[in-house]
């Protein structure tokens, strides 16, 4: 009689061990393949990053911001920002309750947009007289001042990170401290002014008020990224990161002054004072987050395109003014041997490039 060879016998059953077991080695088969195949795209992206520019800005991004711990980072903005507004809003409303002394403390928290759980804690804190109003401005100025500066040490650090430039000798100055403070001070007031705006106008009009607030953010933050530590003094440097924290801080306070809200207060009702508190403290880590990624932004494209003055100073009608010292030092610009090309300085590559 003829034997049946390995290939003639019957697969086995479904449902028995050999079925499951081949199909688990299939699974694993798989995913190797997948693995493999992933390897390899990889390693084709990363020969192809010096060559493709797009493609070697993403991973410069990818590599600093991991060393520049971001998410952490990120994470400890967030914390140090809720710090600062909450001592900040008590100050704010023990001074408007003595400008306003006949408004309700929940009138005025309506007025700027906090919401119903909030507006509770304020009608129940603040609305009395005389020295508790007295009490509730000077605790709050001394909390912000004091989380103004913890929150000024973490931008530093988040800084000196990116840029991967030495600590200072000195902890942040007064000036440093002051510019951040009033920098999230401006923030909490154009919250306000937004609210008020959406009450009066209706959402159309407030939303598009925030594109010039957007503008106002992204000065604002190229004024204070100007007193962080970075490589080069050029401040052409820290444009593409104002750029872009202009544009989230926007996007954030569209989110939530105008498309919040309403969640908010659902949130209010359903899960209490925790719920709103965890809807503040995420915006708080975006705000944080965008933050680090804006000093992360500005080290990668200075690092690899060179600073935007000298793109501006190597236009033609513009190349005299480069040679001029006080320009020239003011922007951090050297001049290449040929004596007419404006270029901007760069430090010398470190082992935290590899």
Avoid at 194 to 218: E, F, H, Q
Avoid at 254 to 266: A, M, N, V
Avoid at 285 to 292: E, I, K, P, Y
Avoid at 333 to 350: I, M, N
Wanted: a positive charge.
């Amino acid at each position: 009689m003829p034997v049946d060879g390995p290939d003639d016998r019957d697969p086995p059953p479904p449902g028995s061990d050999d079925h499951a077991s081949g199909r688990f080695a299939g699974l694993v088969a798989a995913v190797g393949r997948g693995t493999a195949w992933a390897r390899d795209r990889l390693s084709s992206v990363i020969d192809r990053r010096k060559t493709v520019e797009p493609i070697d800005v993403t991973l410069r991004f990818l590599e600093r911001d991991r060393k520049a711990v971001g998410s952490v980072l990120g994470s400890a903005l967030a914390f140090r920002l809720f710090l600062f507004f909450v001592p900040l809003l008590l100050m704010l409303v023990g001074l408007l309750q003595f400008v306003l002394a006949g408004v309700s403390a929940s009138t005025l928290a309506e007025q700027a947009g906090i919401q119903t759980a909030l507006a509770t804690e304020i009608q129940q804190g603040v609305e009395q007289s005389g020295i508790n109003s007295w009490v509730a401005v000077v605790t709050g100025a001394v909390g912000a001042l004091w989380a103004g500066r913890s929150l000024t040490k973490v931008l530093v650090a988040a800084a000196i990170l990116a840029w991967q430039v030495d600590p200072p000798r000195r902890t942040p100055s007064v000036r440093v401290t002051a510019g951040v403070a009033g920098l999230v001070t401006a923030m909490a007031l154009a919250a306000a002014l937004v609210n008020r705006i959406r009450l009066a106008a209706g959402p159309g009009v407030a939303g598009t008020s925030l594109v010039a607030l957007g503008v106002a953010y992204a000065a604002a933050w190229f004024v204070v990224s100007l007193l962080l530590p970075r490589a080069t003094s050029d401040p052409s440097a820290v444009l593409p990161g104002a750029a872009l924290a202009g544009l989230v801080i926007a996007v954030l306070q569209w989110f939530t002054q105008l498309y919040l809200p309403d969640k908010l207060e659902h949130a209010s009702l359903v899960y209490g004072s925790f719920g709103v508190t965890i809807a503040t403290l995420g915006t708080f880590f975006l705000l944080g987050r965008a933050l680090v990624v804006a000093s992360v932004v500005n080290a990668v494209i200075w690092e690899r395109f060179g600073s935007i003055a000298s793109l501006v100073f190597g236009l033609p009608g513009l190349r005299r003014l480069a040679r001029r010292p006080t320009i020239a030092r003011f922007f951090d610009l050297d001049l290449e041997e040929t004596g007419t090309e404006p270029v901007a300085r760069k430090r010398p590559p470190s082992s935290t490039d590899d």
